[in-house]
């Protein structure tokens, strides 16, 4: 059972991400992006990250999709679909792309997982909360200091010119 | 149980579809859609790791939350200098785009 | 105490003043250029004076070792240099005074008197060095200030042109100097002048070096064949051909060789080069000087002339004959060039021949002028007779009657010429509408102290030497000789130019007068021989640099330039094309690192 989830969830992610790099209208993109973003928040939810699966919903689905959906409505008549999406390398691209997969996937099967200890407890919100206010503290505040440069940052440049 | 390699087959997999996306579409809020995926490509690797190794700080949920937060201030300075560019340009074509040619 | 390398540091100083706040100081330059000169004269005084008291040469430090022997910073403390020192100072005093009205409404002002003392501090340092390398600086330093100083009105192509012909004249002098120099310290392995008395060495080698450090003496003190550059140099202010052009730096070559007596009395055959030279020199540039009609030009000739007659004294085996004429013909050279430039100043003109009758308006200037010609001319007892006297008795002493005959010979021509000079210029009736005035009192008070010297400087040497004439029979019977021969030129000339005979119709000596005025064509000679080729050889040059150097450097950039147009071509400018050069590129170094 608990591997048909898996299975599920993975084929989901695998059909949507796919769908949300080939769609002509962009907006259907971003729509399928969505899609692919709940279910790697599934993804998480399956390997008991809870905390993790619900911020992945709630940022990016609720936050960075909504910002994309504007800036598509924002950028509307780019978005017509008689207007060709693709750039002229893209044959060579899916053949470099699937070269890469292939030679990742070779990598991945030479590895000896095997020889990893596995340990299946999970990590609780409690533990996260401690690590992010102790020994990730620091890190923790840069990033705080990055997301306002970045709302200033976007705040200036998206200021309209006089 | 499922194998730790699955997950990084599907984050391997994750990952190629960005790359392409970023190679091939020509509008650039797709480009941005596609790094997304190559970030959450990134994010799957490092909780999987995190449950299967057993890290006891949760180092790995840690750092998948960073990541978050990163993509997030990314999207927001992408999406806004997009903005920008096509209020100045009236297009979002990459191929449209060779200012540093000359 | 040794305060003798103190002096050229006044003019120095002078010069940095000058040099960077010259525009703020205005006439005040020249007070501050005099203020140095007036210091370094008080100390040259007070050199002289600690040198009765037993003073001599000391050294400041070492300079470079080379193979176990050191040349020093070294001052050389001696009669020749105090004489030298007096001598650049007291003149280079009141040229400077001079100088203030002479140079008074020139754009260019505090810059001349920063360029006047800068030659007086290189040449007070070429006179105190006490070795060939530190005088070698010093004497190019003064051919640098004598450039500056000839061109110094750039604006006129003349002037320009004599300034370079000037420098690269001399500069030919100055390589074989340099030269010599080597050989010399090769031969017996010292730059000290100190070391010249006891040298030892290969006969040949050092005849050779000393030939090759008298060319640059020959360059310096413009003598035959380098001589071309004086006569041109006076293209430049009056007031500096009185003091580098006559008085102290073609001294130099003169105080050179008497620097290096020692080396030359050792080798005869360099001695009889610098007599003979000396001798080529002295008659040469007479003969010239009695046809020209440039004012400058006449005292220019008699300058090379003079100081060739320097040179045969020194190379008779006369040091002190030599000097001492050098001495004497300071003062009065000075002086006359000081009175030329007071003529011009006031005429406005150098041509004599528009000249005359002078006298009566410009009676301080005049009545110097006289008195400058009559020392030059050799008339007792004004300082010429004395030291000319001097130098006749030394070359018929050491039995050198050819040379003897020359000296004679000089001396008449001398008195011919400087004698026509005057009398074209001062007496007779103007020629031309002039408007002469007499000029003002900065440059009339000069004129009159120079006169005192140049009428009495002589008795200084005349006491100390009456010794040694008692002992030789015939000094009595060269002094009547020589005054005879001096009275008959001044009388040829009075004949000539103030009674207007004509001994010989200029007609019948036409091919002489001709080779005369046009200088023995030396200056053709000189062009066609040497400065066409050159230029030639110089245009090739420039053909192969243009055509084959440069065209191999662009040829080399034609070729990058065609393959980076290649290579441009894979600047796309997409910023795709590079993300996906990119991503094969790292598929391609995964394969290959991880062997798949």
């Known amino acids: 059972m608990g591997d048909f989830v898996f299975y599920f969830i993975a084929l989901c992610t695998c059909v949507f991400s796919v769908l949300a790099v080939t769609q002509r209208d962009i907006f259907h993109c971003a729509l399928w992006l969505a899609l692919t973003l709940m279910s790697i928040s599934g993804v998480y939810f399956y390997l008991d990250a809870a905390f993790l699966g619900v911020v992945q919903i709630l940022v990016y689905v609720g936050g960075i999709i909504t910002l994309f959906i504007f800036a598509i409505k924002l950028t509307a008549h780019m978005n017509d679909t008689s207007i060709r999406q693709t750039s002229k390398q893209w044959v060579i691209s899916v053949f470099v792309t699937l070269l890469l997969l292939l030679v990742l996937f070779k990598v991945f099967a030479r590895t000896s997982w095997a020889e990893i200890i596995l340990k299946t407890d999970s990590t609780s919100i409690n533990q996260i909360g401690l690590s992010l206010m102790t020994h990730y503290a620091l890190p923790f505040e840069f990033m705080s200091v990055i997301l306002l440069a970045a709302m200033v940052g976007a705040i200036v440049i998206g200021k309209e010119k006089k | 149980m499922i194998p730790l390699v699955y997950f990084i087959f599907l984050s391997a997999f994750l990952f190629c579809v960005g790359i392409y996306g970023a190679l091939t579409r020509r509008n650039v809020i797709g480009i941005l859609v596609s790094i997304e995926l190559i970030l959450n490509a990134a994010n799957i690797n490092l909780v999987a790791f995190n449950k299967y190794l057993g890290t006891p700080d949760g180092m790995g949920q840690v750092f998948s939350l960073f990541v978050i937060a990163i993509a997030a201030a990314a999207s927001v300075v992408g999406l806004i200098l997009i903005i920008a560019i096509y209020r100045d340009r009236k297009a979002l074509f990459t191929d449209g785009f060779t200012l540093m040619k000359e | 105490m040794n305060i003798a390398h103190y002096i050229p540091l006044f003019p120095f100083l002078a010069f940095v003043i000058n040099i960077f706040m010259g525009r703020r100081l205005k006439v005040a330059s020249a007070y501050v250029s005099i203020a140095a000169c007036v210091l370094a004269f008080i100390f040259s005084l007070l050199v002289f004076q600690g040198f009765s008291a037993g003073q001599g040469s000391y050294s400041l430090g070492t300079w470079l070792v080379i193979n176990g022997k050191s040349l020093n910073f070294g001052v050389i403390v001696d009669p020749l240099t105090i004489m030298m020192l007096l001598i650049v100072t007291f003149i280079g005093c009141f040229i400077l005074i001079y100088s203030i009205g002479y ?30 390398i530190l005088l070698l600086i010093f004497w190019e330093g003064v051919g640098l200030c004598s450039y500056l100083l000839i061109a110094f009105w750039y604006e006129r192509p003349a002037a320009a042109a004599a300034g370079l012909k000037a420098f690269i004249t001399t500069r030919i002098g100055d390589t074989g100097f340099l030269v010599g120099i080597l050989i010399l310290f090769f031969a017996c392995g010292t730059f000290h002048f100190t070391d010249l008395k006891s040298v030892t060495g290969p006969e040949s080698l050092l005849t050779l070096a000393a030939i090759l450090i008298f060319t640059g003496a020959m360059g310096k003190s413009a003598q035959f064949p380098l001589h071309v550059w004086l006569p041109d140099a006076m293209e ?172 004679l010979l000089t001396s008449f021509l001398t008195a011919f010429y400087m004698a026509r000079l005057i009398f074209l210029v001062l007496f007779g009736s103007a020629r031309s509408q002039l408007h002469a005035h007499e000029s003002p009192l900065t440059m009339t008070i000069p004129l009159m102290v120079l006169s005192v010297f140049a009428a009495f400087a002589g008795f200084i040497g005349a006491p100390i030497k009456e010794v040694g004439m008692e002992a030789h029979g015939g000094s009595f019977l060269i002094m009547a000789i020589s005054t005879v021969v001096s009275l008959t030129g001044l009388g040829l000339a009075y004949l000539l130019y103030i009674r207007r005979i004509v001994l010989i119709p200029v007609s019948s000596v036409s091919g002489l007068h001709n080779l005369l005025v046009n200088k023995y064509y030396i200056d053709e000679i000189y062009d066609y021989v040497l400065i066409k080729p050159c230029l030639r050889l110089c245009q090739g040059s420039f053909v192969f640099d243009a055509k084959i150097v440069d065209g191999l450097v662009n040829a080399m950039a034609s070729i990058t330039q065609f393959f980076s147009g290649l290579l441009r071509k894979t600047q796309t400018g997409l910023i795709q094309n590079y993300l996906f050069v990119q991503i094969l590129s790292l598929v391609l170094l995964l394969i290959w690192l991880l062997k798949i």
Request: proline share 3%.
């Open chain 3, 103 to 132: 140079m008074h409404d020139d754009p260019r002002f505090s810059r001349y008197f920063a360029y006047i003392s800068l030659f007086m501090s290189s040449m007070l340092g070429l006179v105190l060095a006490d070795n060939f």
């Open chain 3, 236 to 407: 430049g202010p009056t007031a500096v051909s009185a003091l580098i052009h006559a008085a102290t730096m073609v001294a130099a070559g003169v105080y050179l060789v008497a620097r290096c007596f020692p080396l030359f009395s050792a080798h005869p055959m360099a001695l009889q080069t610098v007599a003979v030279i000396g001798g080529i020199s002295a008659l040469m540039a007479a003969t010239i000087a009695t046809v020209n009609n440039d004012i400058k030009r006449v005292l220019a000739y008699s300058t090379i002339s003079q100081l060739g007659l320097m040179m045969l004294g020194l190379g008779v085996g006369g040091l002190s004959a030599g000097t001492f004429h050098l001495m004497t013909h300071a003062f009065f050279k000075a002086l006359l060039f000081l009175c030329a430039g007071s003529v011009i100043h006031a005429v406005g003109t150098q041509d004599i021949q528009k000249m005359g009758g002078l006298l009566s308006k410009m009676k301080i200037t005049g009545a110097t002028f006289c008195i400058g010609t009559l020392a030059l001319a050799g008339v007792p007892p004004f300082a010429g007779f004395w030291s000319k006297d001097e130098i006749l008795l030394t070359a018929w002493n050491n039995h050198h009657p050819i040379l003897f005959v020359v000296a």
